[in-house]
C-alpha cells in the first residue's frame, strides 16, 4: 500500500514535502512514490540523506502546476503536472492514495475527474480536524462547494460522520448542523430544510443527530461533526485560524513591551508552545477531500514538513481503514430511510434526485 | 437629547442594565430613559445610590419580554412590553435612541414595525464591531438577515460604511467583501452578482470598495468594513468569540497545570488583563440595528455595566453625529451611479427593485 505524494505542491515544495514524506517512511513505515520533476526530488532527497532509503519510489512530471492557474486550465493544458500523473497512479491502483499540498482548486477538480465520485455523492467536499476543548470536531465542507444544496448537506453529513467514526476513532459520532441559533427552528431556508432531512436519518441510526449548532460549539466540542455549507464552513476555518494569529500577535506585542511580562514569559515558555501545538493546524495533517473514489488529502499550502508527514499518514489510514466503503454503505442505508413516502413535493424531490444518482 | 434603556432586557436585567445606565449619566452626561417595572428600577436605583441623581427618568411598563419568546408572539401580545413601550418613546421623539440587550429577535422585528426602515432600505442589519490588530474592523451583517439577496448586500455596504466613517470617524473607510478567496472571481453565485454592484459603487466614489476580503482578514484589518450575509456573519462572530474563549481556557488549564508557568502567569497578569480588555466585546458597547429610521443598539445578552455603560454613549452618539441622514444621503448617490443603461436583466431587475424602494 504505497502513498503517491505531490512533491511540487506548496509553497516550500520540494523541499518540505520531500523531507516530510522521508519523515513519514522512517517513523511509520509508509511506502511512498514521490511525484514531481525528478531531478528536483533526487536533489532534495540527497539533501536530506535519504536517497538509499527503501520504500521511497520516484515518477517523474513534467509540468507543474502554479498557485495561480485556474482549474480548468489545469485541467485541459496540465495533463502531465504532478497532480494528473500523481492521480493517475491511485486509479490505476499503483499508490493507495495521494497527497498534496498544491493549488486545492486543482487538486479537487483533478481528482473529481480522474477517479469519479463515490456512488450517491454529487460533489467531494473538504473535511477539516478542528481542535477543541474536549480534543477535536470535523467540519465539513470547508470550501470545495460554496453554494450547496440540501442533497450536498445530507451527503457531507454521511461522509464526515463515516470519517469521524472510522478515523477519529469515535463510536457513534454526533453530528450538528451549523446553523445561527440552538433552537430546531433556527437557521436560513435551506438549513431548516437540511434539519428535517438529518432528522429523519438521525431517528434510524443512519447518522446520530445532535441538532442545529452555532459558532460558538465549534471550539466547545459540542458535536463531534460540524455540517455546513462550503461558504460559511471557509469563513469558520479561516477566521479561526486568525483568531489563533490575532492572540498570539497580541501576546507577542504584550510581552515586547513590558520587563514584566518578559520576564513571565520566560517561565510560561513550555506552556505557550504546548498551546501553540495544541492549536496548530500541521499537527493535525491534510484535509481529507471526501466522497471521491479513493483517497486524496489536500494540505495547507504552507505546510511543512512536520504536517507533511501527518498528512502522508493520513493518507495511508484512510486507505487502510477503508472509509469509502463505510462511505458507500451508510448512503444506502440513507436511501432505505428516506423513502419517498411522504406528501411534500419538495422532499419527494430531493430524495429522488438522491436516488438516482445512487442506484 | 434622551436615550431610551430597556431596564428590563438581558441576563442580568435589570441589576446591570441600572447600574451602567448610571454609569453613563454620571460619566459622560448622558440623559437617559429607564423603561421597565417601575418598581424594581427603583430598587435597583437606590441599591447604586442614585436614586437622586438628575437625568434618570422612569417610564413604567406592565409586560417583560422572556430571552424564549419568538417574536411574532411578541409583536402580537406583548405591546406594553420595555421593548415596545421604549422604541414607542424613540418614534414620538421622546428619546433619540433607543438600548436593549434583550431577546435579539424581538429587539429587531419591534424596531422593524414600529420604527420602520429608511427609504431604499429593505432589511434592517446588525453592524459588529470586531478588534483587529490595525484598529477595529465593522462586520455587517451578523445575524439579522440568514437569507440575502444581492440588493441587501448592497444596502449592507452603504450603511456600514457610512457606519465606519462616521462612528469609527474612518475618512473613506475601505469596504470588503467576505467571500472564499480574494480573487474577483473567487465566490457563491450571490457574491460573484454583489461583487460587480460593489465594484461600480466603488468607481463612483460611494464607498471605498477594496474587494473580497476571506475570514482570515478579519483580524487582520484589511478593511474597514466587512459585508457579510448574516448567516456566515453570524457564524464568523460567534466563532471569533468561542475561539478566543478557547485560548483562555487553554490558558488556564496549562497554569493551573505547571509550578512554573504559575509562576510565569503572576508576572503576565497585566498583561494578560490588556489583551482581554482589547478583545473583550464588552469594551465595544452594542450592535446598532442600521436601517431602521431611528437609532436602536442591541446589547449582548450577557451584557454588564460597562458593555451597558459603552452602549449607552454609544447610541448617544448615533443620534448626534446623524448617521441616518448620511445613509439616506448615499442611498440616493448609489440610485445615481447604478443606472439602468445596462444591456443586462439581472442587474436591470435589482436596480429597478431597488429604485422604487427608494423612490
Known sequence: MKVVVDAMGGDFAPREVVKGAVA????????????????????????C??????????????QQVEMDDSPTQILRSKRNSSIHTGLRLVKQGEG??????GNTGAVMACAKM??????????PAIAAVMPTIKGTTVMCDVGANVDCKVENYIQF????????????EKESPTVGLMSVGEEDVKGSDITKAVFKFLQELGNSDVINFHGNVEGKDLFRG???????????????????ESAGWYVSQMLKDEIRS?????????????????????ADHSEYGGAPLLGVNGVCIIGHGSANSTAVKYSVKMAHDLAEKRLNDLIEQKIVESLEVL?????????????????????
Chains 1, 2 share one sequence.
Do not use: C
Request: aromatic share 8%.
Open 24 to 47: 513519514a517512511v522512517k517513523e511509520y513505515g509508509t511506502k511512498v512514490i514521490l511525484v514531481g520533476d525528478e531531478q528536483q526530488v533526487r536533489r532534495e532527497l540527497e539533501s
Open 49 to 62: 540523506g535519504a536517497s538509499t532509503v527503501k520504500n521511497i519510489e520516484i515518477v517523474h512530471a513534467e
Open 96 to 101: 493507495a492514495a495521494f497527497f498534496s499540498a
Open 114 to 123: 480522474i477517479l469519479k465520485t463515490l456512488p450517491g455523492i454529487d460533489r
Open 157 to 168: 453529513a454521511i461522509m464526515a460522520s463515516a470519517y469521524s467514526s472510522i478515523v477519529m
Open 222 to 240: 459540542t458535536s463531534d461533526v460540524v455540517v455546513v455549507d462550503g461558504f460559511s464552513g471557509n469563513v469558520a476555518l479561516k477566521v479561526s
Open 258 to 278: 513590558s520587563f514584566l511580562s518578559k520576564i513571565g514569559a520566560i517561565f510560561m515558555i513550555p506552556a505557550l508552545k504546548r498551546i501553540k501545538k495544541k
Open 339 to 359: 423513502k419517498v413516502d411522504k406528501d411534500d413535493s419538495f422532499w419527494n424531490n430531493i430524495v429522488e434526485k438522491f436516488k438516482r444518482k445512487t442506484i
